[in-house]
């Protein structure tokens, strides 16, 4: 149950002279072979340690003397008390399936696991940046030449849900079509988020502001190099 205030009411974000920057420790193992002249294959694996991550700390509410109504306070201080690890892999493969089409899926694993410390007071913070970080990404992209100079390249990407700020997974595809003019000209149409009018990436604090939602879009480029 939310508690009602009894007034106007106030949240005052306070700076910590005192707080120590981010420390973090990374390792980081990486593979690539190329079975063949059309084939080759990256995996990268990662581990992340982290110490004196950003919380927000409450500090004890005070009212203003006399303002009328009475306005309280609630200050907030930023703190350090957040600590943790992050872990996952990076995979990509590029196929050249024929001698104009070539192929390239990836895919994306990051698991996050925070937490505070004892004197801590932000009960929130581990879960809402771990559910603001997508577990899962993939991707896959094509390329075809096609004849007078023109190519054709088509991208789909998918990134999993944002668990605390409601956002629901979603698959983004692009597409553009290039015309080479010359050497040093190219005319493209290009049209992106085309599988939906709209959606929503992010939905944190700052979205009343800045809006998240991507729309649909096409448009032709002309470009020319001199």
Request: aromatic letters at 8%; hydrophobic letters at 40%.
């Amino acid at each position: 149950m939310l508690a009602v205030l009894p007034g106007p009411a106030e949240v005052v974000l306070l700076g910590n002279p005192e707080g120590n920057t981010e420390h973090v420790i990374s390792y980081e193992l990486g593979y690539r072979t190329q079975p063949s002249a059309r084939l080759s294959f990256d995996l990268a694996a990662f581990f992340n340690n982290y110490r004196g991550l950003e919380t927000i700390e409450p500090l004890p509410s005070f009212t203003v003397p006399n303002s009328n109504p009475p306005l309280l306070i609630l200050p907030r201080l930023i703190d350090d008390k957040m600590s943790g690890t992050t872990e996952g892999i990076e995979t990509i493969l590029n196929w050249k399936v024929t001698s104009r089409w070539s192929v390239s899926p990836g895919y994306a694993l990051l698991k996050m696991h925070l937490h505070t410390e004892a004197s801590s007071l932000d009960t929130t913070r581990p879960v809402q940046e771990e559910g603001s970080n997508p577990a899962h990404q993939a991707q896959i992209r094509s390329h075809v030449a096609l004849s007078r100079g023109i190519g054709w390249d088509a991208s789909a990407y998918f990134t999993g849900r944002l668990a605390a700020q409601s956002v629901a997974s979603y698959t983004r595809l692009d597409m553009q079509l290039t015309w080479r003019l010359a050497e040093s000209g190219e005319f493209s149409l290009v049209g992106q988020n085309l599988l939906r009018d709209h959606h929503v990436e992010f939905n944190d604090d700052l979205a009343a502001v800045d809006s998240s939602q991507v729309k649909r879009s096409v448009y032709a480029k002309l470009t020319w190099h001199f």
